[in-house]
């Protein structure tokens, strides 16, 4: 699982890749992201079998799951979650 630091006042985005995952001319048909509350989305997009998350807010020192969950064109489903630990930088 993948762990990545903020800044509470930070905006910034994060991207899922699932491009080396999905099979030849297998594409993402849609996407869900859940984050723990307390953090905010702020939007969220996918291109190219990559999603990619704006994220902003959160308390200082405080760890925040974030799930991405993907249905693809082949009714294939995945999830993946990595963590945002705020701190103050």
Not at 35 to 44: E, F, Y
Not at 51 to 72: E, Q
């Amino acid at each position: 699982m993948e762990i990545f630091l903020k800044d509470p006042d930070a905006v910034l985005d994060y991207a899922m890749d699932w491009s080396d995952w999905l099979a030849d001319s297998e594409t993402i048909s849609s996407h869900t992201v859940t984050v723990d509350d307390g953090l905010t989305k702020d939007s969220d997009s996918e291109s190219d079998g990559i999603v990619t998350i704006w994220l902003s807010g959160g308390m200082v020192n405080t760890t925040y799951n974030v799930v991405v969950h993907i249905v693809t064109s082949s009714s294939r489903t995945d999830d993946r979650t990595f963590r945002v630990i705020v701190i103050q930088r």
